[in-house]
């Protein structure tokens, strides 16, 4: 490429004939989606996500648009900025309209949201982010293309362009439902012959099988009118006089792996 019509001596030079090498102006709006709040997560938990889009562009981009699509799973509860547009109840797409962006910032918009009753426990939660729209061409933007569904990279930095697999215009995160399991066996203590009026002695053992504390729960015995009560360890809640009727233990927590009888 010559800058001297005059010079006839550079190298590998055709003098009759020259060439210029133009960079098009372009913008590249990058996002990633992430969770601030920290597990375990349980049904009813509130959730608050974070949205980040930079331009990695050398230009504006302009006018452009951010949706959230909410899972069936997740219920909305605000965001900030105050979107275009937010559902109510379960599901659907909190919508943001951006006017500009220069090159090289970032801005974010947050969103919270609940767990909705309908999540089953130990159930993978994915909520996905889109840059939907914009005003041009967006260098790497292949939205059009439905990019939600084939996005597998879960980025957390904006800033990178070079990750394989990576639309760079969606990014999603997965949470995972806390799950606990109460497992019950019931045994005879006192060995056989049983006879009419002799006390007898059952054990109740109960296990979390589970991944996370286990929170309240009760345990209900529920005598036949053949038996009747005598005496329990530790003191129930409630027990019954005479024969028949429930005897109920209520235990405040149980850690994942314990049995507690």
């Not at 967006?138 to 990178?160: K, L, P, W, Y």
Request: hydrophobic residues 30%; negative net charge; charged residues 20%.
């Amino acid at each position: 490429n010559d800058d001297d019509v005059t010079n006839d001596q550079d190298p590998n030079d055709q003098d009759d004939s020259d060439f210029e090498i133009l960079d098009l102006a372009e913008y590249d709006l990058a996002l990633i989606k992430q969770i601030n709040t920290p597990g375990p997560y349980f049904i009813g938990d509130t959730l608050t996500y974070t949205l980040s889009v930079m331009n990695q562009g050398n230009v504006p981009s302009g006018i452009f648009t951010v949706t959230d699509s909410l899972p069936d799973t997740l219920d909305f509860v605000s965001a900030i900025p105050a979107p275009a547009s937010s559902p109510t109840g379960t599901g659907g797409t909190v919508v943001w309209v951006t006017p500009d962006l220069a090159p090289g910032e970032i801005t974010t918009y947050t969103v919270v949201v609940t767990i909705d009753a309908s999540a089953a426990q130990g159930s993978t939660i994915k909520n996905t982010a889109d840059i939907t729209g914009e005003s041009g061409d967006d260098e790497g933007d292949v939205h059009s293309d439905h990019s939600r569904n084939t996005d597998d990279f879960n980025d957390d930095d904006v800033t990178n362009d070079q990750d394989p697999n990576d639309q760079d215009d969606s990014d999603f995160e997965e949470i995972t439902v806390a799950e606990y399991d109460l497992a019950l066996i019931k045994q005879i203590v006192t060995p056989r012959p049983y006879a009419v009026r002799q006390n007898i002695t059952y054990t109740i053992s109960v296990m979390n099988q589970g991944t996370v504390d286990s929170g309240q729960f009760t345990i209900t015995d529920t005598l036949p009118s053949e038996l009747a009560f005598v005496s329990a360890i530790p003191a129930p809640t409630s027990s019954p006089t005479g024969t028949g009727g429930t005897i109920e233990w209520t235990t405040a927590n149980l850690a994942p792996g314990d049995i507690t009888t």
